[in-house]
Nanobody, 112 residues
Framework: QVQLVESGGGLVQPGGSLRLSCAAS????????MGWYRQAPGKERELVATITSSGRTKYADSGKDRFTISRDGAKNTVYLQMDSLKPEDTAVYYC??????WGQGALVTVSS
């Protein structure tokens, strides 16, 4: 059974940083493309970033130069480092694995 478990969400002030983690089990992590999506209140879920099994990354314009996606094959974990956070980054962030697998979501609130 596939499980994606996010952690690292919380409240942060504008300009601050957070790192989200997603621990994967039940899938062959090494060959899966992984990603992060987010959904703000009243909005549709949108892509944040993806990373392929070879480490190639792709970012939405909203997070370019501020967010960094990475993966650790030894830990079956994908990360999202978020810097220079803005109030508009407030959302539930979801981990995604190719094949249609989703985590339960981690709330990130950017507010002073």
């Amino acid at each position: 059974q596939v499980q994606l478990v996010e952690s690292g969400g919380g409240l942060v002030q504008p300009g601050g940083s957070l790192r989200l983690s997603c621990a994967a089990s039940g899938i062959i992590f090494s060959i899966n493309t992984m990603g992060w999506y987010r959904q703000a209140p009243g909005k549709e879920r949108e892509l944040v970033a993806t990373i392929t099994s070879s480490g190639r990354t792709k970012y939405a314009d909203s997070g370019k130069d501020r967010f960094t996606i990475s993966r650790d094959g030894a830990k079956n974990t994908v990360y999202l480092q978020m810097d220079s956070l803005k109030p508009e980054d407030t959302a539930v962030y979801y981990c995604y694995a190719a094949g249609g697998y989703w985590g339960q979501g981690a709330l990130v609130t950017v507010s002073s």
